[in-house]
């Protein structure tokens, strides 16, 4: 009975507490808080903000004043961490985690990565701590945004744009990757073992990033063994060879991609084949 007891005391002030907890009033924040993240390369981009409104307010020039470090964004500083090293406009910066500060004008933008994070606002912020300072131009937009906006935008294995966008300003920082050797590196370790697996992602990254043409075509043909029947290893010959020169080697190989999509009912390559095999008649 002590064991009944003690069971169905501890389930009564477990549900208690729950319900304590549960009836705990909130508030929410004038300015949301959001956290995009960007796969970039071989790793990551992760961008944590909060989001202030306009609320009939003028921005840039009024209660962001120009010439002043702004926090690009409210509360706390904006944090961008990088997975790995990259470039940003040009700079090489470590993988790690950075304040991201900002110091707007009306025909400059300021942007600063700076080593300490955990920052509320700009209040402590010290020019001494600044990993790197680098300049952007601003745009204005026509349409009017409302809530302070930051977003990933033409982004490849390779190259990536964040906008931070408000009111009517936009301004666009520059990001490229800095692990090509890595990821060559990379593909020739696993190409080393069954390489089956790995040939269509090889081929698409020499052919991307204007790697040695001869290789990837060299993978084409291995893969074309393995699968006879596949449409995609035609495209990337197509394409390979037109990059070398070879017109009619192109022609021939989106012809024959065709061919080999109508026969296995593949829409998308059947598009893609004669997207390439038009590109090469153009050429």
């Known amino acids: ?75 706390a500083a904006t944090v961008i961490t990088f997975s790995e090293k990259v470039l940003i406009e040009g700079n090489s910066v470590p993988a790690g985690s950075y304040s991201l500060f900002s110091i707007p004008e009306k025909n400059e933008w300021t942007i600063i990565l700076n080593k300490v994070v955990k920052q509320w606002g700009a209040y402590s912020y010290k020019q001494t701590e600044d990993f790197l300072r680098f300049t952007v131009k601003p745009m204005r937009v026509s349409e009017k945004r409302e809530t302070f906006t930051m977003a990933f935008a033409n982004s490849t294995t390779k190259f990536s744009d964040l906008y931070l966008v408000w009111d009517h300003t936009s301004v666009m920082i520059h990001l490229q990757t800095d692990d090509d050797a890595k990821i060559t590196a990379n593909i020739d370790e696993l190409m080393k073992g069954d390489r089956k697996p790995y040939y269509f992602n090889a081929i698409q990254y020499y052919y991307e990033n204007n790697k040695d043409v001869d290789k990837a075509l060299g993978w084409v043909y291995e893969a074309e063994k393995i699968e006879p029947k596949g449409p995609w290893y035609k495209l990337w010959e197509s394409r390979l060879l037109l990059r070398k020169g070879d017109k009619a080697g192109a022609i021939a190989a989106a012809e024959a991609g065709i061919a080999l999509s109508k026969a296995s009912k593949d829409d998308e390559y059947e598009r893609l084949n004669k997207e390439a095999l038009d590109h090469a008649k153009d050429y």
């Open 1 to 75: 009975m002590r064991k009944i007891y003690l069971l169905v005391a501890t389930v009564l002030l477990a549900c208690c507490s729950y319900k304590s907890y549960a009836q705990v009033p909130r508030i929410p924040e004038a300015s949301s808080t959001q956290t995009i993240i960007q796969d970039f390369g071989l790793g990551k981009v992760t961008v944590t903000y909060s989001r202030p409104n306009v609320k009939d307010r003028k921005i840039f020039g009024g209660i962001i004043p120009w010439g002043e470090v702004w926090r690009t964004g409210a509360n």
